[in-house]
């Protein structure tokens, strides 16, 4: 049994390695770790059938554009932080109990649930695909449900045999993951009968709300994005409140000559990102400078504390650290000079060639920067204009389009 042991443990530990990619590609290891991570997304990418696995499921480069979504990115910061405070917590207890010799540890939350530490594993785990939602992230969180699970009935099958009939009156006023009251209505939920059949279908039931989730929460998404669109032109604004913005403005900067003349002899359709010339995750959507590309800031600890604890202030400029490593004079108001935003025009590739939010937006569909530009706002001029590599600043590793 050691040896299955060691290999599903091993799964869980791989999970939350691929999940904190977001830690690791804002630090500088993340040419290391994508050397070797890197290739694995390639191929996903390449390939239809696992091409999902690499997309993203819920607003990560915009500040979400409704309550619900925003309540949902609340409830990622909170289900890591507080589902890594109960692992904390109960390891301490176990340890504690077993360096006193006190015995199996039964106070605290093990009072009502015998596996308190895997229920904060897995509620940081699905923080985490919220935080990171990724496809791949998701999928192997229900992967890493499933091993808790088959570890927990192993783990009871040995302290049966160790402790017998002690540990046999502990499990019957206790429950698994949840308190004893709620547990006794899963038999009603899933009148299965017992054993294999009841466990298969349970984890069946699990990947497919899981999967089956974030593809509704995927489709919501785009539907809520804050668009503009006229023609081949659509615009996604990173900050909701430059919608009306879009509404006044865009027709007549996407008319100014200096970008007019960039756009003339291409092919559509075009997806144009809106955001303030500071904003901190533009490496993301185009290789706009190594300013951008954050594992060269060496403000890691700092931004990584933002990204969990200010959900939305890192993408708005309110929460410090992110913006105050920008470079000097990148700020999104320069002195006499109004309104400026940074314009960055993609091609989209859509197998339908159809321009919605749907085909712009979808997993199929591949984009490829074309340029950049600063425009001041109310003046309709252009402060800076180049051509932009059809990278991303983290290469060619795949990143999130919303």
């Not at 091409?51 to 480069?61: I, Q």
């Not at 593809?215 to 919608?243: E, K």
């Not at 003339?264 to 190594?290: E, H, K, S, W």
């Not at 202030?313 to 309104?339: D, I, Q, Y």
């Amino acid at each position: 049994m050691a040896q299955p042991k060691i290999l599903w443990r091993s799964v869980i530990v791989l999970y939350f390695i691929i999940g904190l990619e977001i830690l690791i590609m804002i630090s500088p290891a993340a040419g290391f770790f994508y050397a070797a991570f890197n290739p694995v997304l390639l191929s996903l990418a390449q390939r239809p059938a696992t091409r999902w696995l690499t997309a993203f499921y819920l607003p990560h480069m915009v500040t979400p554009p409704d309550l619900m979504l925003a309540g949902v990115r609340i409830a990622g910061s909170v289900l890591f932080v507080v589902g890594g405070l109960v692992f904390l917590v109960c390891a301490g207890q176990v340890y504690f109990n077993k360096f006193t010799k006190r015995g199996v540890a039964l106070r605290g939350l093990y009072n009502w649930i015998r596996h308190p530490q895997y229920l904060g594993l897995g509620l940081t785990g699905l923080g985490l695909s919220i935080l990171w939602p990724r496809f791949l992230v998701v999928a192997l969180w229900a992967v890493m449900v499933a091993l808790y699970y088959l570890l927990a009935r192993d783990e009871e099958r040995r302290m049966l045999g160790q402790f017998g009939e002690d540990y046999r009156r502990y499990m019957d006023h206790t429950g698994m993951f949840v308190p004893r009251g709620l547990e006794s209505a899963a038999p009603r939920l899933i009148p299965l009968g017992s054993g294999a059949v009841r466990t298969t279908v349970v984890i069946a039931t699990l990947a497919a709300l899981s999967v089956g989730g974030a593809f509704a929460a995927r489709a919501y998404t785009v539907r809520s994005l804050p668009l503009w669109s006229n023609g081949p032109v659509t615009a996604l604004a990173i900050l909701p409140n430059d919608l009306g913005l879009l509404d006044h403005r865009m027709a007549a900067v996407v008319s100014l000559p200096e970008i007019k003349a960039r756009l003339d002899g291409q092919r559509g359709p075009f997806l144009v990102y809106v955001m303030p010339r500071n904003y901190v995750m533009q490496g993301m959507i185009a290789d706009t400078g190594d300013e951008w590309q954050l594992y060269k800031r060496h403000h890691t600890v700092a931004m990584i504390s933002d990204w969990i604890l200010h959900p939305f202030g890192h993408l708005e400029g309110s929460s410090g650290m992110m913006h105050h490593a920008a470079a000097p004079g990148t700020g999104t108001e320069s002195a006499g000079s109004g309104l400026v935003r940074r314009l960055i025009f993609l091609r989209v590739d859509t197998p339908t060639r159809e321009a919605d939010a749907a085909a712009l937006f979808g997993i199929n569909s591949s984009r490829a920067p074309i340029f950049m530009a600063d425009v001041e706002i109310h003046g309709l001029t252009v402060q800076a204009l180049r051509d932009l590599p059809q990278e991303t600043g983290w290469g060619r590793v795949p990143t999130p389009s919303f």
